[in-house]
């Protein structure tokens, strides 16, 4: 038979257009949602714990409500005008500045034994632990303990003597009581911070140290041109944090002096107002007013020190 009459095998068809590309086209449709189911739990969350008591409290904050009565009469704008108009406004927010100032050496102190503890430093697990741990007390026990710590004749007066110092009112003196409750809070938060520092100092490559140590660079060169940078979004996050934690102290000068002595807060102002005095709508404006702040405190960090990507190699 000749060559010319020999079957050949067909070459196989190409499967059809219309259902490839809806095959294509439901692909395409399971990695849109899937992350949004994934996310759904949390921004539910978000929202009704969130988002919903904000507009909420923004409503309360035009109101007259008492906090018990069933009325509620629109006042408009005139609780913002009458706390703006309140001289005690600007004074709570002075004594912000002493626990901005506070959380500021509470960033330094976390990044200096981070740093230290990055490093093979004997029983550095232990020292971790001891640092963590006042974190993880609650904040009424710690309020209740440095009362002990700075009552008259009590332990840092103690300590004081020791070294010829005079005892002094820590909590009774204006002038400080909010250093002191300042103090408090440093001790209280530092822990956090330097966990945070830690973990990221230990996610930077191994090989850059050993780099730099073969370069003769020594500590300190390490952290200026490795650490710092490559752990620069972190700092930041801890900067929003610290401020917005300045802006809304509560615990630690609430069980320690109630805001006495010049040293009432913000939030404690806006608890008494609420609480105290039923102005539940006036409350709500304070609320909001120290969220605009927090947010726009925030927003000017983010401006000044914009987010960027760190690449070490």
Not at 116 to 133: A, E, M, Q
Not at 229 to 242: C, D, R, Y
């Amino acid at each position: 038979m000749p060559a010319s009459h020999v079957a050949r095998p067909r070459p196989a068809a190409p499967p059809p257009v219309r259902p490839r590309m809806e095959a294509e086209r439901r692909r395409d449709t399971r990695r849109w949602w899937t992350p949004w189911a994934y996310l759904a739990a949390p921004l539910v969350l978000l929202v009704v714990f969130t988002h919903v008591p904000a507009v909420s409290m923004f409503v309360y904050s035009l109101t007259d409500w008492d906090g018990l009565s069933p009325t509620r009469n629109f006042v408009g704008v005139d609780n913002y005008l009458d706390l703006f108009t309140r001289p005690k406004m600007l004074q709570v927010f002075a004594v912000s500045l002493f626990y901005l100032a506070g959380a500021a050496m509470q960033i330094v102190v976390a990044l200096y034994f981070a740093t230290i503890l990055s490093f093979d430093t004997r029983f550095r697990n232990v020292f971790k632990g001891i640092l963590f741990f006042p974190y993880l007390i609650n904040g009424v026990a710690i309020g209740f303990v440095f009362l002990y710590f700075f009552q008259p004749g009590g332990t840092l007066d103690t300590v004081a003597r020791l070294f010829g110092l005079e005892p002094h009112l820590w909590l009774g003196d204006p002038d400080l009581v909010n250093t002191s409750l300042a103090g408090v809070s440093v001790w209280r938060f530092m822990g956090l911070n330097m966990v945070l520092f830690l973990g990221a100092i230990q996610s930077i490559p191994q090989h850059l140290y050993e780099a730099a140590s073969l370069d003769g660079a020594n500590r300190w060169q390490q952290f200026r041109h490795i650490i710092a940078p490559g752990i620069k979004p972190v700092i930041s996050l801890s900067a929003i944090l610290a401020i917005s934690g300045a802006l809304s102290v509560f615990e630690i000068p609430f069980i320690m002096t109630g805001g006495s002595n010049n040293s009432e807060t913000f939030v404690i102002q806006t608890i008494k107002l609420a609480f105290n005095f039923n102005k539940v709508g006036l409350a709500s404006a304070a609320a909001f007013v120290l969220l605009a702040v927090v947010l726009l405190v925030t927003w000017v960090q983010r401006r000044l020190i914009p987010e960027e990507r760190v690449e070490l190699s």
